[in-house]
Protein backbone atom coordinates (compact mmCIF):
# COMPACT_ATOMS: atom_id res chain seq x y z
CA UNK A 1 0.00 0.00 0.00
CA UNK A 2 0.93 3.44 -0.71
CA UNK A 3 -0.82 6.55 1.74
CA UNK A 4 -0.91 9.81 1.31
CA UNK A 5 -2.56 12.40 3.24
CA UNK A 6 -2.48 15.97 2.46
CA UNK A 7 -4.18 18.69 5.04
CA UNK A 8 -5.83 16.10 7.13
CA UNK A 9 -7.84 18.02 10.19
CA UNK A 10 -10.33 16.58 12.29
CA UNK A 11 -11.90 18.71 14.77
CA UNK A 12 -14.72 17.54 17.86
CA UNK A 13 -16.58 21.25 18.88
CA UNK A 14 -13.79 23.34 19.35
CA UNK A 15 -11.22 20.72 19.90
CA UNK A 16 -9.01 20.02 17.02
CA UNK A 17 -7.22 16.39 16.97
CA UNK A 18 -5.54 16.60 13.75
CA UNK A 19 -4.53 19.94 12.58
CA UNK A 20 -3.54 19.89 8.59
CA UNK A 21 -1.94 16.49 9.13
CA UNK A 22 -0.04 15.29 6.17
CA UNK A 23 2.11 12.46 5.57
CA UNK A 24 3.18 10.27 2.36
CA UNK A 25 4.54 6.80 2.59
CA UNK A 26 6.37 4.51 0.44
CA UNK A 27 5.12 1.82 -1.23
CA UNK A 28 4.97 -0.59 2.61
CA UNK A 29 3.16 -3.45 3.84
CA UNK A 30 2.86 -2.00 7.16
CA UNK A 31 2.62 1.26 8.90
CA UNK A 32 3.33 1.64 13.08
CA UNK A 33 1.45 4.48 14.21
CA UNK A 34 2.91 5.55 17.67
CA UNK A 35 2.88 8.80 20.05
CA UNK A 36 1.39 10.26 23.36
CA UNK A 37 -1.96 9.59 24.21
CA UNK A 38 -4.61 12.27 23.01
CA UNK A 39 -2.32 12.88 19.77
CA UNK A 40 -4.66 11.66 17.57
CA UNK A 41 -3.20 8.29 16.31
CA UNK A 42 -6.34 6.77 17.08
CA UNK A 43 -8.64 9.58 15.35
CA UNK A 44 -6.38 9.33 12.43
CA UNK A 45 -6.89 5.39 12.17
CA UNK A 46 -10.74 5.28 12.49
CA UNK A 47 -10.65 8.27 9.73
CA UNK A 48 -8.64 5.72 7.60
CA UNK A 49 -10.67 2.61 8.58
CA UNK A 50 -13.60 4.49 7.17
CA UNK A 51 -14.96 4.85 10.73
CA UNK A 52 -14.96 9.23 10.87
CA UNK A 53 -15.39 11.45 8.06
CA UNK A 54 -12.33 14.06 8.92
CA UNK A 55 -13.76 17.59 8.72
CA UNK A 56 -11.15 18.67 6.13
CA UNK A 57 -8.27 17.13 4.07
CA UNK A 58 -8.01 14.24 2.49
CA UNK A 59 -6.04 10.93 2.24
CA UNK A 60 -5.79 8.32 -0.52
CA UNK A 61 -4.61 4.89 -0.30
CA UNK A 62 -3.20 3.65 -3.63
CA UNK A 63 -4.02 7.04 -5.58
CA UNK A 64 -7.83 6.15 -4.74
CA UNK A 65 -8.74 9.02 -2.05
CA UNK A 66 -11.28 7.98 1.07
CA UNK A 67 -15.23 8.09 0.37
CA UNK A 68 -17.20 10.98 2.32
CA UNK A 69 -20.68 10.34 2.07
CA UNK A 70 -22.57 7.25 3.58
CA UNK A 71 -22.68 4.62 0.99
CA UNK A 72 -18.95 4.83 -0.30
CA UNK A 73 -18.03 4.36 3.46
CA UNK A 74 -20.12 1.33 4.01
CA UNK A 75 -18.38 0.23 0.66
CA UNK A 76 -15.40 0.80 1.75
CA UNK A 77 -15.86 -0.89 5.20
CA UNK A 78 -16.41 -3.81 3.50
CA UNK A 79 -13.12 -4.01 1.75
CA UNK A 80 -11.13 -3.74 4.94
CA UNK A 81 -11.21 -4.66 8.51
CA UNK A 82 -10.73 -3.12 11.95
CA UNK A 83 -9.80 -4.24 15.31
CA UNK A 84 -10.14 -2.02 18.70
CA UNK A 85 -8.72 -1.84 21.97
CA UNK A 86 -10.87 -4.23 23.36
CA UNK A 87 -14.74 -5.75 23.20
CA UNK A 88 -14.95 -6.05 19.93
CA UNK A 89 -16.48 -9.47 20.10
CA UNK A 90 -20.59 -9.43 20.34
CA UNK A 91 -20.68 -11.01 23.25
CA UNK A 92 -24.40 -12.88 22.79
CA UNK A 93 -22.63 -14.98 20.25
CA UNK A 94 -20.06 -18.01 20.57
CA UNK A 95 -16.41 -17.13 18.96
CA UNK A 96 -17.92 -19.30 15.84
CA UNK A 97 -20.94 -17.39 15.28
CA UNK A 98 -18.59 -13.81 15.79
CA UNK A 99 -16.21 -14.77 12.82
CA UNK A 100 -19.59 -16.51 10.83
CA UNK A 101 -21.66 -13.20 11.19
CA UNK A 102 -19.77 -10.80 8.78
CA UNK A 103 -19.64 -13.92 5.98
CA UNK A 104 -23.34 -14.37 6.06
CA UNK A 105 -24.37 -11.00 6.52
CA UNK A 106 -22.43 -8.55 5.09
CA UNK A 107 -19.86 -11.08 2.28
CA UNK A 108 -22.99 -12.73 0.80
CA UNK A 109 -21.79 -16.28 1.80
CA UNK A 110 -24.14 -19.69 2.53
CA UNK A 111 -23.52 -20.19 6.40
CA UNK A 112 -21.53 -23.46 5.58
CA UNK A 113 -19.19 -21.80 3.52
CA UNK A 114 -18.92 -19.87 6.21
CA UNK A 115 -17.85 -22.57 8.51
CA UNK A 116 -15.71 -24.20 5.58
CA UNK A 117 -13.80 -21.10 5.60
CA UNK A 118 -13.29 -20.20 9.30
CA UNK A 119 -12.05 -23.87 9.97
CA UNK A 120 -8.25 -24.02 8.64
CA UNK A 121 -8.04 -20.47 10.38
CA UNK A 122 -9.36 -21.20 13.65
CA UNK A 123 -7.36 -24.82 13.74
CA UNK A 124 -4.12 -22.98 12.57
CA UNK A 125 -4.25 -20.41 15.58
CA UNK A 126 -5.21 -23.10 18.01
CA UNK A 127 -8.95 -21.81 18.62
CA UNK A 128 -10.91 -24.45 17.26
CA UNK A 129 -11.50 -26.03 20.92
CA UNK A 130 -12.54 -22.68 22.22
CA UNK A 131 -14.92 -22.06 18.85
CA UNK A 132 -18.31 -22.85 20.56
CA UNK A 133 -17.56 -20.77 23.92
CA UNK A 134 -19.21 -17.21 23.95
CA UNK A 135 -16.65 -14.42 24.49
CA UNK A 136 -17.08 -14.05 28.29
CA UNK A 137 -16.00 -17.66 28.78
CA UNK A 138 -12.87 -16.93 26.80
CA UNK A 139 -9.75 -15.00 28.18
CA UNK A 140 -8.85 -11.79 26.99
CA UNK A 141 -5.99 -13.03 24.66
CA UNK A 142 -8.46 -15.31 23.32
CA UNK A 143 -10.68 -12.64 22.48
CA UNK A 144 -8.67 -10.78 20.77
CA UNK A 145 -7.04 -13.20 18.85
CA UNK A 146 -10.83 -13.97 17.63
CA UNK A 147 -11.19 -10.46 16.57
CA UNK A 148 -7.81 -10.57 14.56
CA UNK A 149 -9.27 -13.61 12.94
CA UNK A 150 -12.95 -11.97 12.29
CA UNK A 151 -11.03 -9.56 10.42
CA UNK A 152 -9.09 -11.43 8.40
CA UNK A 153 -11.46 -14.51 7.19
CA UNK A 154 -13.00 -11.27 5.18
CA UNK A 155 -9.70 -11.08 3.36
CA UNK A 156 -9.63 -7.92 3.76
CA UNK A 157 -7.31 -5.66 0.96
CA UNK A 158 -5.86 -3.82 4.23
CA UNK A 159 -6.00 -4.10 8.35
CA UNK A 160 -6.53 -1.44 10.70
CA UNK A 161 -5.22 -2.17 14.50
CA UNK A 162 -6.09 0.26 17.32
CA UNK A 163 -4.12 -1.01 20.19
CA UNK A 164 -4.96 -4.08 19.86
CA UNK A 165 -2.68 -5.19 22.95
CA UNK A 166 -3.27 -2.40 25.38
CA UNK A 167 -6.58 -3.95 27.34
CA UNK A 168 -4.19 -7.31 28.05
CA UNK A 169 -1.54 -8.56 30.45
CA UNK A 170 1.88 -9.09 28.99
CA UNK A 171 1.63 -13.08 28.62
CA UNK A 172 -1.90 -12.35 26.37
CA UNK A 173 0.22 -9.36 24.60
CA UNK A 174 2.55 -11.79 23.31
CA UNK A 175 -0.09 -14.20 21.95
CA UNK A 176 -1.87 -11.30 20.33
CA UNK A 177 1.64 -9.65 18.81
CA UNK A 178 2.92 -12.83 17.94
CA UNK A 179 -0.35 -13.55 15.60
CA UNK A 180 -0.07 -9.85 13.88
CA UNK A 181 3.57 -10.84 13.52
CA UNK A 182 2.15 -13.81 11.13
CA UNK A 183 0.73 -11.24 8.97
CA UNK A 184 3.69 -9.63 7.89
CA UNK A 185 4.65 -11.86 5.59
CA UNK A 186 1.48 -13.23 4.73
CA UNK A 187 0.51 -10.40 2.41
CA UNK A 188 -1.83 -8.78 4.28
CA UNK A 189 -1.14 -4.90 4.58
CA UNK A 190 -2.07 -3.50 7.60
CA UNK A 191 -1.52 0.22 9.89
CA UNK A 192 -1.24 -1.00 13.41
CA UNK A 193 -1.40 2.05 16.87
CA UNK A 194 0.49 0.69 19.55
CA UNK A 195 2.23 1.93 22.45
CA UNK A 196 4.53 -1.65 22.34
CA UNK A 197 7.42 0.06 21.04
CA UNK A 198 9.88 -3.07 20.44
CA UNK A 199 7.34 -4.91 18.74
CA UNK A 200 6.91 -1.19 16.28
CA UNK A 201 10.26 -1.64 15.60
CA UNK A 202 9.99 -5.23 14.61
CA UNK A 203 6.69 -5.21 12.20
CA UNK A 204 7.19 -1.64 10.79
CA UNK A 205 8.02 -1.12 7.77
CA UNK A 206 7.10 2.53 8.27
CA UNK A 207 6.75 4.13 11.61
CA UNK A 208 4.55 8.08 11.85
CA UNK A 209 4.93 9.46 15.37
CA UNK A 210 2.03 11.49 16.13
CA UNK A 211 1.90 14.06 18.22
CA UNK A 212 -0.21 17.51 18.99
CA UNK A 213 -2.57 16.27 15.68
CA UNK A 214 0.35 16.33 13.20
CA UNK A 215 3.32 13.79 12.31
CA UNK A 216 6.01 15.03 14.57
CA UNK A 217 8.21 12.29 12.55
CA UNK A 218 8.37 9.72 10.02
CA UNK A 219 10.54 6.84 8.27
CA UNK A 220 11.85 3.66 9.34
CA UNK A 221 11.88 2.13 12.66
CA UNK A 222 15.83 3.12 12.50
CA UNK A 223 14.85 6.64 11.39
CA UNK A 224 12.27 7.37 14.14
CA UNK A 225 14.19 5.72 16.63
CA UNK A 226 17.09 6.90 16.75
CA UNK A 227 17.64 9.93 14.54
CA UNK A 228 14.81 12.02 15.61
CA UNK A 229 15.69 15.47 15.53
CA UNK A 230 12.67 16.95 17.01
CA UNK A 231 12.72 17.29 21.39
CA UNK A 232 9.25 15.99 21.54
CA UNK A 233 9.84 12.56 19.96
CA UNK A 234 13.23 12.47 21.68
CA UNK A 235 11.66 13.51 25.18
CA UNK A 236 9.11 11.05 24.29
CA UNK A 237 10.96 8.00 23.23
CA UNK A 238 13.30 8.75 26.72
CA UNK A 239 10.41 7.88 28.67
CA UNK A 240 9.14 5.00 27.02
CA UNK A 241 12.23 3.24 26.04
CA UNK A 242 13.96 3.74 29.66
CA UNK B 1 -31.86 -28.61 49.10
CA UNK B 2 -32.93 -28.66 45.61
CA UNK B 3 -34.82 -24.98 44.56
CA UNK B 4 -38.19 -26.48 43.80
CA UNK B 5 -37.91 -28.27 47.05
CA UNK B 6 -37.31 -24.97 48.58
CA UNK B 7 -39.84 -23.27 46.83
CA UNK B 8 -42.25 -25.64 47.51
CA UNK B 9 -41.57 -25.54 51.79
CA UNK B 10 -41.74 -21.49 51.92
CA UNK B 11 -44.99 -21.45 49.87
CA UNK B 12 -46.61 -23.96 51.89
CA UNK B 13 -45.43 -21.70 54.60
CA UNK B 14 -46.93 -19.02 53.39
CA UNK B 15 -50.34 -20.99 52.61
CA UNK B 16 -50.41 -22.17 56.21
CA UNK B 17 -50.34 -18.61 57.80
CA UNK B 18 -52.85 -17.89 55.64
CA UNK B 19 -55.21 -20.60 56.36
CA UNK B 20 -54.25 -19.74 60.28
CA UNK B 21 -55.04 -16.00 59.99
CA UNK B 22 -58.36 -16.47 58.25
CA UNK B 23 -59.35 -18.93 61.29
CA UNK B 24 -59.10 -15.94 63.43
CA UNK B 25 -61.77 -14.35 61.20
CA UNK B 26 -65.06 -14.51 63.14
CA UNK B 27 -68.23 -15.97 62.24
CA UNK B 28 -69.33 -18.40 59.95
CA UNK B 29 -67.58 -19.95 56.34
CA UNK B 30 -70.06 -19.50 53.49
CA UNK B 31 -68.13 -21.07 50.75
CA UNK B 32 -71.28 -23.38 49.20
CA UNK B 33 -72.95 -19.19 48.70
CA UNK B 34 -70.02 -18.41 46.36
CA UNK B 35 -69.91 -21.97 45.09
CA UNK B 36 -72.67 -21.67 43.30
CA UNK B 37 -71.48 -18.60 41.61
CA UNK B 38 -68.58 -20.63 40.18
CA UNK B 39 -69.23 -19.76 36.67
CA UNK B 40 -68.68 -15.85 36.92
CA UNK B 41 -65.37 -16.21 38.39
CA UNK B 42 -64.31 -18.57 35.37
CA UNK B 43 -66.15 -15.99 32.93
CA UNK B 44 -64.68 -13.21 34.64
CA UNK B 45 -61.16 -14.85 34.51
CA UNK B 46 -61.56 -15.51 30.89
CA UNK B 47 -62.52 -11.78 30.42
CA UNK B 48 -59.40 -10.85 32.09
CA UNK B 49 -57.00 -13.70 30.43
CA UNK B 50 -58.18 -12.60 26.77
CA UNK B 51 -57.58 -8.74 27.57
CA UNK B 52 -54.36 -9.17 29.40
CA UNK B 53 -52.97 -10.90 26.82
CA UNK B 54 -54.39 -8.87 23.81
CA UNK B 55 -53.18 -5.79 26.03
CA UNK B 56 -49.54 -7.22 26.44
CA UNK B 57 -48.87 -7.89 22.25
CA UNK B 58 -49.71 -4.35 21.77
CA UNK B 59 -47.96 -2.89 24.74
CA UNK B 60 -44.97 -4.62 24.01
CA UNK B 61 -45.38 -3.46 20.07
CA UNK B 62 -46.28 0.60 21.60
CA UNK B 63 -43.09 0.19 23.75
CA UNK B 64 -40.44 -0.62 21.08
CA UNK B 65 -42.12 2.31 18.72
CA UNK B 66 -42.34 4.95 21.37
CA UNK B 67 -38.64 3.78 22.51
CA UNK B 68 -37.25 4.37 19.38
CA UNK B 69 -39.32 7.29 19.03
CA UNK B 70 -37.37 8.34 22.52
CA UNK B 71 -34.33 7.41 20.59
CA UNK B 72 -34.40 9.56 17.62
CA UNK B 73 -31.94 12.34 16.62
CA UNK B 74 -35.44 14.35 15.12
CA UNK B 75 -35.92 16.89 18.68
CA UNK B 76 -40.03 16.67 17.16
CA UNK B 77 -39.90 13.25 16.90
CA UNK B 78 -38.26 12.63 20.32
CA UNK B 79 -40.50 15.18 22.09
CA UNK B 80 -43.25 13.25 20.61
CA UNK B 81 -42.56 10.24 22.54
CA UNK B 82 -41.52 12.03 25.20
CA UNK B 83 -44.67 13.84 25.57
CA UNK B 84 -46.18 10.64 25.32
CA UNK B 85 -44.51 8.81 28.30
CA UNK B 86 -44.76 11.81 30.56
CA UNK B 87 -48.55 12.00 29.99
CA UNK B 88 -49.35 8.91 30.73
CA UNK B 89 -46.85 7.82 33.19
CA UNK B 90 -47.88 11.03 35.43
CA UNK B 91 -51.66 10.73 35.47
CA UNK B 92 -53.98 7.62 37.29
CA UNK B 93 -55.15 4.65 34.70
CA UNK B 94 -58.50 5.00 36.57
CA UNK B 95 -58.99 8.45 34.89
CA UNK B 96 -57.08 7.61 31.56
CA UNK B 97 -59.84 4.56 31.38
CA UNK B 98 -62.49 6.84 32.08
CA UNK B 99 -61.24 9.82 30.20
CA UNK B 100 -60.50 7.07 27.34
CA UNK B 101 -64.15 5.29 27.74
CA UNK B 102 -66.47 8.49 28.26
CA UNK B 103 -64.94 11.26 26.09
CA UNK B 104 -61.95 9.57 23.41
CA UNK B 105 -64.30 6.52 22.48
CA UNK B 106 -67.44 8.77 22.19
CA UNK B 107 -65.75 11.37 20.46
CA UNK B 108 -64.72 8.77 17.58
CA UNK B 109 -67.84 6.28 18.21
CA UNK B 110 -66.02 3.57 19.48
CA UNK B 111 -68.51 1.42 21.37
CA UNK B 112 -67.59 -1.64 22.34
CA UNK B 113 -66.04 -1.47 25.74
CA UNK B 114 -63.58 -4.37 25.45
CA UNK B 115 -61.74 -2.49 22.69
CA UNK B 116 -61.49 0.66 24.57
CA UNK B 117 -60.73 -1.51 27.73
CA UNK B 118 -57.40 -3.60 25.80
CA UNK B 119 -56.46 -0.65 24.24
CA UNK B 120 -56.13 2.39 27.51
CA UNK B 121 -54.47 -0.63 28.93
CA UNK B 122 -52.23 -1.20 26.61
CA UNK B 123 -51.42 2.64 25.98
CA UNK B 124 -50.69 2.54 29.43
CA UNK B 125 -48.40 -0.24 29.88
CA UNK B 126 -46.88 0.54 26.81
CA UNK B 127 -45.35 4.04 28.16
CA UNK B 128 -44.11 1.81 30.86
CA UNK B 129 -42.36 -0.21 28.25
CA UNK B 130 -41.15 2.42 26.19
CA UNK B 131 -38.84 3.77 28.84
CA UNK B 132 -37.70 -0.22 29.75
CA UNK B 133 -36.85 -0.71 26.17
CA UNK B 134 -34.96 2.99 25.89
CA UNK B 135 -32.76 1.81 29.07
CA UNK B 136 -31.58 -1.42 27.15
CA UNK B 137 -30.93 0.51 24.00
CA UNK B 138 -28.65 2.65 25.88
CA UNK B 139 -27.46 -0.01 27.97
CA UNK B 140 -25.17 -1.24 24.80
CA UNK B 141 -21.86 0.27 24.58
CA UNK B 142 -20.83 2.35 21.74
CA UNK B 143 -18.11 -0.01 21.41
CA UNK B 144 -20.55 -2.52 20.22
CA UNK B 145 -21.93 -0.19 17.13
CA UNK B 146 -18.71 0.86 16.14
CA UNK B 147 -17.27 -3.06 15.77
CA UNK B 148 -20.76 -3.99 13.83
CA UNK B 149 -19.69 -0.80 11.67
CA UNK B 150 -16.65 -2.09 11.46
CA UNK B 151 -17.20 -5.08 9.70
CA UNK B 152 -19.35 -3.46 7.93
CA UNK B 153 -23.05 -4.15 8.75
CA UNK B 154 -25.51 -1.63 7.40
CA UNK B 155 -27.61 0.47 10.53
CA UNK B 156 -30.42 -1.60 10.13
CA UNK B 157 -28.66 -5.23 10.39
CA UNK B 158 -26.42 -3.54 13.50
CA UNK B 159 -30.00 -3.04 15.63
CA UNK B 160 -31.48 -6.30 14.61
CA UNK B 161 -28.25 -8.45 14.56
CA UNK B 162 -25.87 -6.74 17.13
CA UNK B 163 -27.99 -3.83 19.41
CA UNK B 164 -31.12 -5.55 19.90
CA UNK B 165 -30.59 -9.28 20.98
CA UNK B 166 -28.42 -7.95 23.75
CA UNK B 167 -30.70 -5.30 24.75
CA UNK B 168 -33.62 -8.05 24.90
CA UNK B 169 -31.69 -10.23 27.53
CA UNK B 170 -30.88 -6.78 29.39
CA UNK B 171 -34.94 -6.08 29.38
CA UNK B 172 -36.57 -9.05 30.01
CA UNK B 173 -36.86 -9.22 33.88
CA UNK B 174 -38.61 -5.65 33.82
CA UNK B 175 -40.62 -6.49 30.92
CA UNK B 176 -42.08 -9.29 32.94
CA UNK B 177 -42.52 -7.01 35.97
CA UNK B 178 -44.16 -4.62 33.45
CA UNK B 179 -46.40 -7.75 32.58
CA UNK B 180 -47.40 -8.89 35.50
CA UNK B 181 -48.72 -5.04 36.79
CA UNK B 182 -50.71 -5.02 33.10
CA UNK B 183 -52.32 -8.26 34.23
CA UNK B 184 -53.49 -6.98 37.49
CA UNK B 185 -54.20 -3.29 36.24
CA UNK B 186 -56.29 -4.95 34.31
CA UNK B 187 -58.74 -5.48 37.47
CA UNK B 188 -59.56 -1.85 37.26
CA UNK B 189 -61.34 -2.11 33.91
CA UNK B 190 -64.70 -2.92 36.34
CA UNK B 191 -64.82 1.11 36.82
CA UNK B 192 -66.07 1.31 32.64
CA UNK B 193 -68.42 -1.95 33.55
CA UNK B 194 -66.13 -4.53 31.74
CA UNK B 195 -67.27 -7.98 33.17
CA UNK B 196 -63.68 -8.71 34.10
CA UNK B 197 -62.52 -10.81 37.27
CA UNK B 198 -62.89 -8.29 40.04
CA UNK B 199 -66.15 -6.99 38.49
CA UNK B 200 -67.34 -10.63 38.95
CA UNK B 201 -65.85 -11.17 42.09
CA UNK B 202 -67.56 -7.92 43.51
CA UNK B 203 -70.56 -8.90 42.34
CA UNK B 204 -70.69 -12.60 44.05
CA UNK B 205 -69.27 -10.35 47.08
CA UNK B 206 -72.86 -8.24 46.76
CA UNK B 207 -75.21 -10.95 46.38
CA UNK B 208 -73.90 -13.77 49.01
CA UNK B 209 -72.61 -11.26 51.64
CA UNK B 210 -69.41 -13.53 51.62
CA UNK B 211 -66.52 -11.19 51.41
CA UNK B 212 -63.23 -13.43 52.22
CA UNK B 213 -65.06 -16.01 50.54
CA UNK B 214 -65.25 -14.11 47.01
CA UNK B 215 -62.04 -12.46 47.38
CA UNK B 216 -60.02 -14.80 47.90
CA UNK B 217 -60.38 -16.78 44.67
CA UNK B 218 -60.13 -13.41 43.29
CA UNK B 219 -56.35 -13.41 44.50
CA UNK B 220 -56.08 -17.12 43.22
CA UNK B 221 -57.25 -16.49 40.08
CA UNK B 222 -54.65 -13.33 39.13
CA UNK B 223 -51.56 -15.76 40.51
CA UNK B 224 -53.00 -18.54 38.11
CA UNK B 225 -52.36 -15.77 35.11
CA UNK B 226 -49.05 -13.75 36.78
CA UNK B 227 -46.96 -17.10 38.31
CA UNK B 228 -46.45 -18.67 34.71
CA UNK B 229 -45.47 -15.73 33.24
CA UNK B 230 -42.63 -15.21 36.10
CA UNK B 231 -41.70 -18.90 35.21
CA UNK B 232 -41.74 -18.59 31.62
CA UNK B 233 -39.63 -15.05 31.78
CA UNK B 234 -37.00 -16.86 33.92
CA UNK B 235 -36.64 -19.71 31.38
CA UNK B 236 -36.21 -16.96 28.92
CA UNK B 237 -33.28 -15.05 30.82
CA UNK B 238 -32.21 -18.58 30.95
CA UNK B 239 -32.12 -19.53 26.87
CA UNK B 240 -30.57 -15.75 26.28
CA UNK B 241 -27.89 -15.11 28.84
CA UNK B 242 -24.50 -14.98 27.34
CA UNK B 243 -22.90 -13.58 30.46
CA UNK B 244 -21.10 -16.78 31.51
Known amino acids: MQLTIDNLTQQFGS????????LSTGSISSLVLVGPSGGGKSTLLRILAGLDVPTAGSAQFDGTPLPRDDAGLLSYRRTVATVFQSYNLFPHLSARDNLILPL????????????????????????????????????????????ILRALVVRPRRLFLDEPTSALDPEMTAEVLDMIEALKG???????????????????????????????AHGTAEQVFNHGDNPRVTAFFDKVLR | ?????????????????????????????????????????????????????????????????????????????????????????????????????????????????FVVGTLVLAAFSGAYMAEIFR?????????????????GLTRWQSFRLVVLPQAIRLVLPAVAGQLVSLI????????????????????VNSFTYSTLESYLPLA?????????????????????????
Not at chain 1, 116 to 143: V, W, Y
Not at chain 1, 200 to 206: F, I, L, N, Q
Not at chain 2, 46 to 56: E, M, P
Open chain 1, 15 to 22: VRVLDQLA
Open chain 1, 104 to 147: VHVHGLSREEAAARIAEPLARFQLAEHADKRPAQLSGGQNQRIA
Open chain 1, 186 to 216: SGTDFVLVTHAMHFARRVADEIAFIGDGGVL
Open chain 2, 1 to 113: MSRSLAHGIVAAAFVGLLVLACMQVPGEWNWAGVWEYRQKFLQGWLVTLGISLAALVLSLAIGLVVALLLAAHNPLIEATGRMYVELIRGTPLLVQLLLGFYVVANAVGLENR
Open chain 2, 135 to 151: GGLDAIPKTQRDSAKAI
Open chain 2, 184 to 203: KDSSLLSVIAISELTLNAQE
Open chain 2, 220 to 244: VGYLLLTLPLSAASRWLEAAFRYER
